[in-house]
């Protein structure tokens, strides 16, 4: 399977954006699905994931303000990541990766088996 990120750009702090992850073929529900940020210079950083049955779970930084869930459509081939109130702190390359049928450990990126190319988001001060 092949994700394809989308839905990055520019906006001001306390502003929101969407980001995509859709999947090239089959359906998300059958997979872990979780998404990670990365800053120049440091390390890939856990920041939402919804295992392939069960609950999501966020990182403490994002908690209150992500949310990340499942499309509804016949399809169910696309996960989101909706980011509310945003901060400049936020500003990184997000990837989306997923799992096939995990539960466990979702917080690790080398859990997943499948990687997205990364969508830049800025938030402005």
């Known amino acids: 399977v092949q994700l394809q990120a989308s839905g990055g750009g520019l906006v001001q702090a306390g502003g929101s954006l969407r980001l995509s992850c859709g999947f090239s073929?089959?359906?998300?529900?059958?997979?872990?699905v979780g998404w990670f940020r990365q800053v120049p210079g440091k390390e890939r950083e856990f920041v939402a994931s919804?295992?392939?049955?069960?609950?999501?779970?966020?990182a403490d930084s994002v908690k209150g303000r992500f949310t990340i869930s499942r499309s509804r459509d016949n399809a169910e081939n696309t996960v989101y990541l909706q980011m509310n109130s945003l901060k400049p702190e936020d500003t990184a390359v997000y990837y989306c990766?997923?799992?096939?049928?995990?539960?466990?450990?979702?917080?690790?990126?080398?859990?997943?088996?499948?990687w997205g190319q990364g969508t830049l988001v800025t938030v402005s001060s």
């Open positions: 919804v295992p392939w049955r069960g609950n999501a779970y966020y």
């Open positions: 990766a997923a799992d096939p049928l995990g539960t466990k450990r979702l917080t690790a990126a080398d859990v997943y088996d499948y």
């Open positions: 073929e089959g359906t998300s529900t059958l997979y872990a």
